[in-house]
């Protein structure tokens, strides 16, 4: 069993900064790959980024591509969002999550997930 707690999250001006983070605990957090979720209400949960165990492969949605970057710290049992020039349209709850595959893309190959952190770009 995992336990994964996101934060970071906050109110921020467009073209802003936030760097997420997700705390791992209670399985070895260097085995697995990671994951950044997005959700809007009435909208399905959205890919945003994912990175290996290892950090060397990563996977970023075109939609942040470019602004966005996912590192890991196994050290720390740690994963990150940053997120640069910041839309209103990334408006969303962020969740991390962890999967026992490689770097995918699908939310339903992973089977360990946090609360979320809400995250909203203000015009």
């Known amino acids: 069993q995992v336990q994964l707690v996101e934060s970071g999250g906050g109110l921020v001006q467009a073209g802003g900064s936030l760097r997420l983070s997700c705390a791992a605990s209670g399985r070895a957090f260097r085995s697995y790959t990671m994951g950044w979720f997005r959700q809007v209400p009435g909208k399905e949960r959205e890919f945003v980024a994912a990175?290996?165990?290892?950090?060397?492969?990563?996977a970023i949605a075109d939609s942040v591509k470019g602004r966005f970057t996912i590192s890991r710290d196994n050290t720390k049992n740690t994963v990150y969002l940053q997120m640069n020039s910041l839309k209103p349209e990334d408006t969303a709850v962020y969740y991390c999550?962890?999967?026992?595959?490689?770097?995918?893309?699908?939310?339903?190959?992973?089977?360990?997930w946090g609360q979320g952190t809400q995250v909203t770009v203000s015009s």
């Open positions: 990175i290996n165990w290892s950090g060397a492969g990563t």
């Open positions: 999550a962890q999967s026992g595959a490689g770097v995918v893309v699908s939310s339903s190959l992973y089977d360990s």
